[in-house]
């Protein structure tokens, strides 16, 4: 079993920055993808950010692209989430999520085989 542990959420004024953590454990894991969703009440969930393991290729949402970046640290297996300029409407709940084999759309959800537990991002403005 794989386990995917998130960290570093919390609350932040408008325009302040935070860098959430994403760490996979268990059983030998080798990643094909790690992204990040986000989950804000009374809308669907929505991608955010991808990064492929191998060549560290990455896809943005429109909506994070130039504020926000995913990066990988294959040692520890760990991918992060660095955030900046943030918003009032990037509050969330920030889900990690990770698949270890070729998918055909990298950004959709049902694709992904585990899920870290959330963690709350709130930005006030």
């Known amino acids: 079993q794989v386990q995917l542990v998130e960290s570093g959420g919390g609350l932040v004024q408008a325009g302040g920055s935070l860098r959430l953590s994403c760490a996979a454990s268990?059983?030998?894991?080798?990643?094909?993808?790690m992204s990040w969703f986000r989950h804000a009440p009374g809308k669907e969930r929505e991608f955010v950010a991808v990064i492929r393991w191998l060549g560290g290729s990455t896809v943005y949402s429109d909506s994070v692209k130039g504020r926000f970046t995913i990066s990988r640290t294959n040692a520890k297996n760990t991918v992060y989430l660095q955030m900046n300029s943030l918003k009032p409407e990037d509050t969330a709940v920030y889900y990690c999520?990770?698949?270890?084999?070729?998918?055909?759309?990298?950004?959709?959800?049902?694709?992904?085989?585990?899920w870290g537990q959330g963690t709350q991002v709130t930005v006030s403005s």
């Open positions: 268990g059983r030998t894991f080798s990643s094909y993808a």
């Open positions: 999520a990770a698949v270890g084999y070729s998918i055909a759309k990298i950004t959709a959800a049902d694709e992904y085989t585990y």
